[in-house]
Each structure stands twice: as structure tokens, then as C-alpha cells.
């Protein structure tokens, strides 16, 4: 298994606190993603990063902020966590080196009470 | 921007007959298509991917087939196992930045 670490792996937190999930990596991948998945959506993109401090919006970016300081580390924080951010976080990394494969984590699940 | 669906939402396939998992995608810029299996409580795994300018791809037991006249991806399994039981989501990138993901079928093997 890719060295891909999601922690907290469960949360509940209550709406307008602001709730940080983190994503580590052992593998020295380039790319690293934050993706939610909820019933009937699939997967979606929330943020990604191409490399340290370089990040980029995905299509549901709102409400969320990314941070990469460090190449094994990306962490997602909601600002002020409302219900509608209930949801199974999953994060993933890359290094398309010719190939598109990416690893993904074990998943976040965070209650928004 | 990118779209991508399924066809269905569900597949039942008795144990060792062939499936067939359908994708369509509305962006004829993606690079790549690719095709990843969720288990139940656990993250997507890659399963394989096709360039765009390939129209089939074989991988063990498994078959992926790009149409881009129609914009149409498949996935076929062939021989199902109990194994194969899973939620397959299909996939496309445009170069390493965004991978967008469809709805996903669930696929469940009849004994």
C-alpha cells in the first residue's frame, strides 16, 4: 500500500468551529488532492497541490482553504464547518510520471452537528 | 468544464459471467481515462487507464474501450468473482493537475 496517512480517520465537531484534516505522505509524490464523497456525487474535487505552497481550487472549493508547507504534508481546513460539510474526506496523491495512477487514503469521515 | 457520468448507478451480474461498466465524459481534452474500484470503507484503487489515443486497453481480466466519437468510456470484467463486488468510479485528467471522477456503479456478483 502507498505510505498515505489521513488523520483524524473520524471526527464530529459542532457548526461554526473551524476543523483542520490532515493528509501525510511517505512516498515524495508531487501532487497531492482533497476530494469529498458524498451519496450520489462520486468524487469531488475540493483543493490540490502541485508542489510546496502551490495550490489550486478544484470544483467545490468553497469554504475550504489547503495548506503545503512541506512536501509529505497537505492539510485541508474548514473555516467554519457547517452541515452541508458532513462528508467522507479523501485525500491522494500522484507523481504522473507517465502514469495516472493515484493513491488514495482511508477516508475522513467528519459529522458537522 | 469537465463531466463526467455513468449510466448506471447499479449492475448485478451472477458469479463468472462478464460485465460491462458504462461511463460518458463531455470534455474531449482529457488526457487520460481511467477507472478506479472503491470496496466499502475503504479509498479508491486504481484499476487502469487508457490515453486518449487509444481506443482499447487490456489489463488482467480486465478490458477498458475509449469510443471518442461518442464520448464514451467501458469497463469490462471479464469471469466476475465475489471479489469484484465494488463501487467502480471512471475517471479523467487533463496532465497531472485535476482528476475528475463520475457518480460511480455499484457492482454486485450473484452466487
Known amino acids: 500500500d502507498a505510505g498515505i496517512t489521513q488523520s483524524p480517520r473520524h471526527k464530529v465537531t459542532e457548526t461554526g468551529t473551524p476543523v483542520t484534516l490532515r493528509c501525510h505522505q511517505t512516498?515524495?509524490?508531487?501532487?497531492m488532492y482533497w476530494y469529498r464523497q458524498d451519496p450520489g456525487h462520486g468524487l469531488r474535487l475540493i483543493h490540490y497541490?502541485?508542489?510546496?505552497?502551490?495550490?489550486d481550487k478544484g470544483e467545490v472549493s468553497d469554504g475550504y482553504s489547503v495548506s503545503r508547507s512541506k512536501t509529505e504534508d497537505f492539510l485541508l481546513t474548514l473555516e467554519s464547518a457547517t452541515s452541508s460539510q458532513t462528508s467522507v474526506y479523501f485525500c491522494?496523491?500522484?507523481?504522473?510520471?507517465?502514469?495516472?495512477?493515484?493513491?488514495f487514503g482511508q477516508g475522513t469521515r467528519l459529522t458537522v452537528v | 468544464g469537465e463531466s463526467v457520468g455513468l449510466h448506471l448507478p447499479t449492475l448485478s451480474v451472477q458469479e463468472g459471467d462478464n460485465s460491462i461498466i458504462n461511463c460518458a465524459y463531455s470534455?474531449?481534452?482529457?488526457?487520460?481515462f481511467i477507472w478506479y474500484k472503491q470496496e466499502s470503507g475503504k479509498g479508491p484503487q486504481f484499476i487502469i487507464d487508457?490515453?486518449?489515443?487509444?481506443d482499447k486497453r487490456q489489463g488482467q481480466r480486465v478490458t477498458v474501450l475509449l469510443n471518442k466519437t461518442v464520448k464514451h468510456l467501458s469497463l469490462q470484467i471479464a469471469a466476475t468473482q465475489p471479489g469484484d463486488s465494488a463501487v467502480y468510479f471512471c475517471?479523467?485528467?487533463?496532465?497531472?493537475?485535476?482528476?475528475?471522477f463520475g457518480q460511480g456503479t455499484r457492482l454486485t456478483i450473484n452466487p
Open positions: 491522494a496523491i500522484s507523481d504522473f510520471q507517465g502514469r495516472t495512477e493515484a493513491f
Open positions: 512516498e515524495n509524490h508531487r501532487y
Open positions: 497541490s502541485y508542489g510546496v505552497k502551490d495550490t
Open positions: 470534455n474531449s481534452a482529457s488526457d487520460y
Open positions: 487508457i490515453r486518449s489515443n487509444m
Open positions: 475517471a479523467l485528467s487533463q496532465g497531472a493537475q485535476k482528476l475528475v
